[in-house]
């Protein structure tokens, strides 16, 4: 069985640097083909897509985050880590992490509610 | 890369089919067959339904069908049911090697 957690503060200050934990079980992140992506909701909104990284430590992240994104594994630790600098309560959102194979993001962790507030 | 475009809401009654298109550009929906489709009811996490345009993850009912046409995703649920009200999103591969969602689509059975 697959599965994935994350973790993380539930609030940060605005300017802070947000670090997200997803720790997952069933799947190895050294195994061909397999990634560990990070998508965001914001409160009624809709599903963004953050960044990726796979199995090779190839990494990709939304154009308009780049900057202020960086993505990295732990595959001895089954361990993927986001860190979002100078967060603004924009960012306000339900953070998932979800395993990418073969095209396809499944499956997804209950996902983490961050606030951005002073 | 701008997010695909889905209709806001749709609505059917049990029984009845509905389709919800997503439409994106050349450079991701109409450029690759990794088109996926997720289900999320309210408060959870959302829920592989369609990968590859029109696959099925197991245990996903057959009543769940995705297609393509261009740069047009649809995603048809026949014989609707009142566990399938939720929210729907699409997702494509680009050619920039990135992942983008649609904006999503709240079905509504009547």
């Known amino acids: 069985q697959i599965t994935l957690k994350e973790s993380g503060p539930t609030l940060v200050k605005p300017t802070q640097t947000l670090t997200l934990t997803c720790t997952f079980s069933?799947?190895?992140?050294?195994?061909?083909?397999?990634?560990v992506g990070w998508i965001r909701q914001p409160p009624g909104k809709a599903l963004e897509w953050l960044a990726l990284i796979y199995w090779n430590d190839d990494k990709r992240y939304s154009p308009s985050l780049k900057s202020r994104l960086t993505i990295t594994k732990d595959t001895s630790k089954n361990q993927v880590v986001l860190t979002m600098t100078n967060m603004d309560p924009v960012d306000t959102a339900t953070y998932y992490c979800?395993?990418?194979?073969?095209?396809?993001?499944?499956?997804w962790g209950q996902g983490t509610l961050v606030t951005v507030s002073s | 890369q701008s997010a695909l475009t889905q209709p806001a809401s749709v609505s059917g009654s049990p029984g009845q089919s509905i389709t919800i298109s997503c439409t994106g550009t050349?450079?991701?929906?109409?450029?690759?067959?990794?088109v996926s489709w997720y289900q999320q009811h309210p408060g959870k996490a959302p829920k592989l339904m369609i990968y590859d345009v029109s696959k099925r993850p197991s245990g996903v009912s057959n009543r769940f069908s995705g297609s393509k046409s261009g740069n047009t995703a649809s995603l048809t649920i026949s014989g609707l049911q009142a566990e399938d009200e939720a929210d729907y999103y699409c997702s494509s591969y680009t050619s920039s090697s990135t992942w983008v969602f649609g904006g999503g689509t709240k079905l509504t059975v009547l």
């Open positions: 050349s450079s991701d929906v109409g450029g690759y067959n990794y």
């Open positions: 069933g799947f190895s992140l050294s195994t061909s083909g397999v990634g």
């Open positions: 979800a395993r990418q194979h073969r095209g396809l993001f499944d499956p």
